[in-house]
Each structure stands twice: as C-alpha cells, then as structure tokens.
C-alpha cells in the first residue's frame, strides 16, 4: 500500500507472508523504517490477510491450502494452512454471488508492542469489470475495538497487474 502522511509524506506499508512467516514493514519515504512486525502472531495475522484478498484474487479459493466449510447460505468460513500456519475467516456474498465482507479474529492489532485480538473486518463494493473479470475497486479494513471501529485501510482499487515481473 502506498499512501501520504498527513496528505505530504509518502510512506508504503507491506504487509508479506512469505515461506511460512509473515510481517509488516512500514516505510517513510521508501527509505525510513517507521515499523517493522513479525513473529507467529504477525505469521498468522499476515496468512489471514492473504485468505482475505480472495475478494480480488478469487483464484485463491482454488488453493489446496484452502478448506471451505458453508456455514448459512452465502455465508462460508475459509481455513488456510500453510507451512505450519492456520488462520480463518468468514466471507459473506450477496445474492449475486459477490464477496461483500471478510471478518476474522486472526488479525492481531499491535500497538507499543503488545498485541491485541479484536474482530477485524474488511468490506468489498463498487465492482467493476475490466475484460471480462468483475472486481470490487472500493476496500476498507478494520478492527472493532471496544467503544470504536479503528481504520487499518481505506481505498479505491485502480488497477490489478497478475503475473509481472
């Protein structure tokens, strides 16, 4: 992600999971660490991301690391394991069959270093097709805190690029 600080700084945050672990790398001026998180909490947090970008990615639904179980109708939990890894969540679909809403428990939220467990939502909306592939272009992540909803992301969805390199 790619974003301003205060509307002026540029900074990117990644989130990665990559051969079993998983982390987060925040970066002023793509030079200044400003955070870097990681550890079994930050690997299953970062796996669980990678389930929730299922709503762009549907392909991902295919993976043999993914189980599907149907809890209501367009309602299913997706289990992903990966290298010793577990994570879950929920995905609803509207009648159309379109991912509207992700929500887990395994997206930690960290803040001074401490670790907190609270249900971390993202939504999907606005689709649009480019070709003959449908996509939602409007995103939003967060955590429901007590008393609060703390927004992790909110954005548009301007292009998707597959197999570059």
Partial sequence: MEAHLFGILPFTARDIFRDG???LL??????????ERTGPLMDRSELVTVLAEMMIIPAYALCRYITWREIAPLVVEGIISFQGVTAKGIFHFNP?????RFETL???YNEGGTYQNYPWVATAEKYKFRGDIRFPSVFRALWKMPGREHVYFKGELTRLLFNTF
């Fill in 21 to 23: 672990h998983g982390g």
């Fill in 26 to 35: 925040v970066r002023l001026l793509d030079k200044l660490r400003l955070t």
């Fill in 106 to 108: 395994d997206r930690y």
């Fill in 96 to 100: 159309d069959g379109l991912v509207e």
